[in-house]
């Protein structure tokens, strides 16, 4: 008999779990007819202004709407320098040039993969020639809020306004604060692998400041003749989905962290692993471990069932399209030496115990329990600090 396969994010697993639920929110708005921004998008913008503890969410298309609608409605376009990491989706930095401004790259911290804010400074103290430093938007990557405390001191002390891309992180937390009350202004996405999923594409604007909110309400639907526009309206469908699924986003997270906890437990000694900063709490949106012999491991995973991905291979500033902004390699150090030897492993809130532990042994039987040595950088980066 062949083991079962063990899929990388399982969102057709959740559906089957919620299916009653999910199908009867469906066929209400089937019935009602209001299918975009219809009632339950009104109901799901309060629920989420509530689990992020804000005034104001404003849901959109999808994710990269949603940064770049916040980009718009503070007035950031040509001319002006944004910070953004690296290591992240490369929707990060396409927000920033979909409205005509400049990607600036800063590398992240080795042990927590989330923008390093001493880097931080350092390029926002020498900015490009004919640039105004203008904004920086932190990655929550894999579920982690970033080092909101340090960046906002630097931003504060240089007028840079802070926009969260917290794509991964819905449901986690910092110092108490929930994700999407860490930044004056918080992006986020419900693609169908991310924390909080839908069926198809949506994300949302998450704000305390009402006139801010006022405006990206408005440029999601063409600028209401004031300011420029664009359609990101979310289909009420969709909300009617992300309703149903958040009756279950708390549990479904402690799920995953149990997991999580897991291969941190098995791998503990043998690979290195994102750390989580006291006094944060992840949104365990991603599981990823490092090896230099990373291509080998997916491989050996990938012979028993089991998938994993090289997420993410690319550093934003070794992309084609980043060129016009990169200094190109060896600008950022910690980027590239994670790009080299990060891989993510199956998590997902229907992933079994007995699949958490068929992915532990192969992984283990694959580096023959010996150590691995991927953590030569930590040791000397570590000196130099
Ligand atoms: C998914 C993601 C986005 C974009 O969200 P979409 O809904 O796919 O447009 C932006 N940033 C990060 C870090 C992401 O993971």
Known sequence: MTASQIPLFDPQAQYARLRSQIDARLRSVLEHGRYVLGPEVAELETALAGLAGVGHAVTVGNGTDALQIALMAQGIGPG?????????????AGAVVAVGATPVFCDVDRSSFTMDPADLMRRV???PAGLTARGV???DLFGLPADYRAISEVAAAHGLTVVADA????????????????????????YPTKPLSALGDAGAILT????????????????GGELAGLNSRLDTLQAAVLLAKLEVFEADRARRRAVAARYDAAFAGHLDLQICPPGVASAHAVYAVLSERRDAISEALGQQGIASRAYY????HLMPAMRPYSEGPGQLPVTEWLCARILALPLYADISDAEADRVCDAVLAFLGA???????FSAASAESR
């Open 370 to 376: 010996q150590p691995d040595r991927a953590s030569a």
């Open 313 to 316: 291979a690319t550093p934003l």
């Open 125 to 127: 103290e020498r900015v």
């Open 137 to 139: 938007i932190p990655v």
């Open 167 to 190: 794509a991964q992180s819905m449901g986690g937390a910092l110092g108490g604060a929930a994700v999407g009350g860490l930044a004056p202004v918080t992006a986020t996405s419900f």
């Open 208 to 223: 305390d400041d009402a006139e801010l909110a006022d405006r990206c309400r408005a440029i999601r639907v063409h600028g």
């Open 80 to 92: 002006d320098a944004v910070f953004v990491p690296a290591f992240t989706f490369v929707a990060t």
